[in-house]
Protein backbone atom coordinates (compact mmCIF):
# COMPACT_ATOMS: atom_id res chain seq x y z
CA UNK A 1 0.00 0.00 0.00
CA UNK A 2 1.49 3.76 -0.92
CA UNK A 3 0.29 6.70 1.48
CA UNK A 4 0.14 10.24 -0.07
CA UNK A 5 -0.38 13.07 1.88
CA UNK A 6 -1.59 16.03 -0.45
CA UNK A 7 -0.48 19.38 0.40
CA UNK A 8 -1.38 22.99 -0.75
CA UNK A 9 1.52 25.10 -0.64
CA UNK A 10 5.23 24.49 -0.73
CA UNK A 11 6.83 24.73 3.13
CA UNK A 12 8.85 27.88 2.98
CA UNK A 13 10.71 27.89 6.27
CA UNK A 14 13.88 25.43 6.18
CA UNK A 15 13.98 24.54 9.19
CA UNK A 16 10.63 22.52 9.06
CA UNK A 17 11.76 21.19 5.69
CA UNK A 18 14.95 19.52 6.75
CA UNK A 19 12.70 17.98 9.61
CA UNK A 20 9.35 16.79 7.47
CA UNK A 21 12.23 15.57 5.02
CA UNK A 22 14.53 13.95 8.23
CA UNK A 23 10.69 11.80 8.68
CA UNK A 24 9.86 11.86 5.24
CA UNK A 25 13.41 9.29 4.62
CA UNK A 26 12.59 7.14 8.10
CA UNK A 27 9.21 6.10 6.44
CA UNK A 28 11.28 4.95 3.57
CA UNK A 29 12.20 1.65 5.67
CA UNK A 30 8.59 0.92 6.51
CA UNK A 31 5.89 2.26 3.83
CA UNK A 32 5.98 3.76 0.46
CA UNK A 33 5.17 7.45 1.29
CA UNK A 34 4.51 9.76 -1.11
CA UNK A 35 4.25 13.58 -0.45
CA UNK A 36 2.49 15.88 -3.69
CA UNK A 37 2.66 19.44 -3.06
CA UNK A 38 0.34 21.24 -4.88
CA UNK A 39 1.23 25.20 -5.87
CA UNK A 40 -0.05 27.87 -3.87
CA UNK A 41 -3.08 29.62 -5.94
CA UNK A 42 -1.75 32.50 -8.13
CA UNK A 43 -3.58 36.31 -7.22
CA UNK A 44 -5.31 34.24 -4.38
CA UNK A 45 -5.57 37.57 -2.81
CA UNK A 46 -8.23 38.59 -5.61
CA UNK A 47 -10.19 35.39 -4.37
CA UNK A 48 -12.46 35.26 -1.59
CA UNK A 49 -11.41 32.45 1.03
CA UNK A 50 -14.72 30.47 -0.82
CA UNK A 51 -13.22 30.70 -3.88
CA UNK A 52 -9.54 29.86 -3.01
CA UNK A 53 -10.88 26.78 -1.06
CA UNK A 54 -12.87 25.63 -4.33
CA UNK A 55 -9.97 26.17 -6.93
CA UNK A 56 -8.01 24.18 -4.61
CA UNK A 57 -10.33 21.63 -4.17
CA UNK A 58 -10.19 21.06 -7.87
CA UNK A 59 -6.86 20.91 -7.62
CA UNK A 60 -6.92 18.32 -4.53
CA UNK A 61 -9.56 16.45 -6.64
CA UNK A 62 -7.34 16.01 -9.92
CA UNK A 63 -4.70 14.04 -7.96
CA UNK A 64 -7.74 11.10 -6.63
CA UNK A 65 -8.39 7.95 -8.30
CA UNK A 66 -11.84 6.39 -7.73
CA UNK A 67 -10.25 3.89 -5.75
CA UNK A 68 -8.06 5.55 -3.45
CA UNK A 69 -9.21 5.99 0.27
CA UNK A 70 -9.21 9.79 1.49
CA UNK A 71 -8.65 10.65 4.25
CA UNK A 72 -9.15 14.89 5.45
CA UNK A 73 -6.85 16.29 8.45
CA UNK A 74 -9.40 18.36 9.51
CA UNK A 75 -9.88 20.52 12.98
CA UNK A 76 -13.25 19.01 13.69
CA UNK A 77 -12.25 15.06 12.43
CA UNK A 78 -11.52 12.47 15.06
CA UNK A 79 -8.73 12.21 17.25
CA UNK A 80 -6.17 9.63 17.98
CA UNK A 81 -3.38 8.58 20.66
CA UNK A 82 -0.45 7.89 18.76
CA UNK A 83 -1.50 4.14 19.40
CA UNK A 84 -5.20 4.83 18.28
CA UNK A 85 -3.54 6.18 14.80
CA UNK A 86 -1.34 3.26 14.65
CA UNK A 87 -4.65 1.04 14.96
CA UNK A 88 -6.35 3.26 12.57
CA UNK A 89 -3.44 2.49 9.92
CA UNK A 90 -3.13 -0.90 10.70
CA UNK A 91 -6.84 -1.60 9.34
CA UNK A 92 -6.44 0.32 6.33
CA UNK A 93 -3.21 -1.66 5.37
CA UNK A 94 -4.59 -4.82 6.07
CA UNK A 95 -7.72 -4.13 3.89
CA UNK A 96 -6.50 -4.10 0.85
CA UNK A 97 -6.46 -0.69 -0.76
CA UNK A 98 -3.40 0.18 -2.70
CA UNK A 99 -3.48 4.11 -2.07
CA UNK A 100 -4.47 5.68 1.14
CA UNK A 101 -4.28 9.49 1.19
CA UNK A 102 -4.29 12.02 3.71
CA UNK A 103 -5.14 15.86 2.54
CA UNK A 104 -3.72 19.19 4.07
CA UNK A 105 -5.99 21.96 3.11
CA UNK A 106 -4.98 25.17 2.58
CA UNK A 107 -4.94 28.19 5.01
CA UNK A 108 -8.53 28.12 5.15
CA UNK A 109 -9.63 24.15 5.65
CA UNK A 110 -11.09 22.50 2.91
CA UNK A 111 -14.04 23.49 0.85
CA UNK A 112 -17.36 21.91 1.49
CA UNK A 113 -17.78 19.80 -1.90
CA UNK A 114 -14.61 17.92 -0.08
CA UNK A 115 -16.17 17.78 3.27
CA UNK A 116 -19.34 15.97 1.77
CA UNK A 117 -17.34 13.81 -0.36
CA UNK A 118 -14.78 12.33 2.16
CA UNK A 119 -16.23 11.49 5.51
CA UNK A 120 -13.67 10.17 7.29
CA UNK A 121 -11.59 13.10 8.92
CA UNK A 122 -8.82 13.24 11.53
CA UNK A 123 -7.75 15.92 13.67
CA UNK A 124 -4.03 15.97 14.92
CA UNK A 125 -4.68 18.91 17.85
CA UNK A 126 -8.03 20.88 18.89
CA UNK A 127 -5.07 23.38 19.10
CA UNK A 128 -4.58 25.48 15.40
CA UNK A 129 -1.38 25.18 13.86
CA UNK A 130 -0.59 26.18 10.69
CA UNK A 131 -0.43 24.02 7.40
CA UNK A 132 3.07 23.50 7.34
CA UNK A 133 3.36 22.49 10.29
CA UNK A 134 0.81 19.83 10.12
CA UNK A 135 2.89 18.64 7.71
CA UNK A 136 5.76 17.65 10.30
CA UNK A 137 3.38 16.60 12.48
CA UNK A 138 1.57 14.49 10.40
CA UNK A 139 4.74 12.32 9.01
CA UNK A 140 6.50 12.50 12.74
CA UNK A 141 2.73 10.49 13.77
CA UNK A 142 2.97 8.26 10.60
CA UNK A 143 6.26 7.29 11.51
CA UNK A 144 5.47 6.72 14.86
CA UNK A 145 2.94 4.78 14.04
CA UNK A 146 5.10 2.44 12.17
CA UNK A 147 7.34 1.78 14.41
CA UNK A 148 4.29 1.12 16.93
CA UNK A 149 3.46 -1.45 14.52
CA UNK A 150 7.07 -2.71 14.38
CA UNK A 151 7.52 -2.75 18.50
CA UNK A 152 10.85 -0.62 17.86
CA UNK A 153 11.22 1.48 20.65
CA UNK A 154 10.76 4.99 19.07
CA UNK A 155 7.36 4.91 21.12
CA UNK A 156 8.31 5.09 24.79
CA UNK A 157 4.72 2.56 26.37
Do not use: W
Request: proline fraction near 2%.
Amino acid sequence: MEIQLICIGKTDDSNLQKLILNYENRLKYYIKFTPQVILDIKDSKKLTQEQQKTKEAELIEKQIRNSDVVVLLDENGNEFSSLGFSEFLNKKMSSGIKRLIFIIGGPYGFAKSLHLKYKVKISLSQMTFSHQMIRLFFVEQLYRANTILKNEPYHNR
